[in-house]
């Protein structure tokens, strides 16, 4: 009987934190087991397995991004939504880069859920991208632009990449203004 009070949703959550503890790549069945105070086999329960978690903790880590992008845009147009769309971005990957290495992961043929909730992180993106008055190819490019140029940074900056002492913050807001400056045309 599976132990009360653990749900899938709980393990899926637990894997997340767990994940951004020791990154994605670093969660196992057996240490998430020792998180919530279980045996191994008894996950099995709640996930089929490691890759059912994975896809789990993909899918919340894409939503839980979605709302914050979303959230952070709220309100703003052009280059205010592109800013606050890019500031939040760098400090949620930072912030949760178990969860944010899961969002990268993309959705599994005919995995309709994971594809739904893939959708909705790159539809805030794509309506930031509106109050540029770019549509269909250019708002694609653009999108393609700014997802690669943010993913490279935060990809770099959590994994230490950047070595020289100068401000990491100036060179991200450098980086910010010239897409903008792209995206503007």
């Known amino acids: ?10 393990v899926i959550a637990a894997g997340a934190d767990l994940a951004d503890e020791v990154g994605f790549a670093g969660l196992t069945m057996g240490l998430l087991a020792e998180r919530v105070g ?4 008894s996950l099995y329960k709640h996930v089929d397995s490691l ?21 952070a845009s709220a ?22 880069p178990g969860r944010y290495a899961a969002t990268v992961r993309a959705p599994a043929p005919g995995d309709e859920e994971d594809l739904l909730a893939s959708n909705e992180a790159l539809r805030v993106l794509f309506d930031v991208l509106a109050g540029f008055g770019l549509h269909d190819d250019a708002r694609i490019d653009a999108a393609r632009m700014v997802r690669s140029a943010l993913h490279g940074f ?6 230490g990449g950047f070595g020289y002492p100068q401000n990491i913050d100036r060179s991200y807001q450098v980086m910010v203004d010239t897409l903008v400056a792209a ?3």
């Open 1 to 10: 009987m599976p132990r009360a009070g653990l749900a899938p949703a709980t």
């Open 38 to 41: 279980v045996r191994t086999p």
């Open 51 to 71: 890759d059912a978690l994975r896809r789990g903790i993909a899918i919340l880590a894409k939503r839980e991004f979605a709302v914050e992008m979303a959230r």
């Open 75 to 96: 309100g703003k147009a052009g280059v205010n939504a592109l800013q606050a769309f890019a500031e939040t971005y760098r400090r949620w990957a930072l912030t949760h």
């Open 154 to 159: 935060a990809n770099l900056e959590s994994g």
């Open 183 to 185: 995206v503007k045309g």
